[in-house]
């Protein structure tokens, strides 16, 4: 079992930065997908961007250029580098993992509890 900690949410001004970590309490090698997923209240929750333990990564059409994921297997680290944040990207982020190579919600083996992210001026 493996468990997943975000960090790194917070209040930032628009066109600000910040960068999310998410640490997994044991080795991610061997997990197919992590993926990063953002919930905003009264919405259902949104892949945001995955990637896999080879490092093909896959960002959100609507995010590319703004956000990138990557993944550090030998720390056991899974990072969300968010750029030019707008107010419609606050929301709660949650890290999570699978097995089976999907990013279907069903799909994930493992989630974090969430980090908060307020895009405001």
């Known amino acids: 079992q493996v468990q997943l900690v975000e960090s790194g949410g917070g209040l930032v001004q628009p066109g600000g930065s910040l960068r999310l970590s998410c640490a997994a309490s044991?080795?991610?090698?061997?997990?197919?997908?992590m993926g990063w997923y953002r919930q905003i209240p009264g919405s259902n929750r949104e892949l945001v961007a995955g990637?896999?333990?080879?490092?093909?990564?896959a960002v959100q059409d609507w995010l590319k250029g703004r956000f990138t994921i990557s993944r550090d297997n030998a720390n056991n680290m899974v990072y969300l580098q968010m750029n030019n944040l707008k107010p419609e990207d606050s929301g709660t982020y949650y890290c999570?993992?699978?097995?089976?190579?999907?990013?279907?919600?069903?799909?994930?083996?493992?989630w974090g509890q969430g980090t908060q992210v307020t895009v405001s001026s």
């Open positions: 999570a993992g699978g097995y089976s190579g999907s990013y279907y919600e069903d799909a994930m083996d493992y």
């Open positions: 044991g080795s991610i090698a061997g997990i197919y997908v």
């Open positions: 990637i896999t333990s080879g490092g093909t990564a």
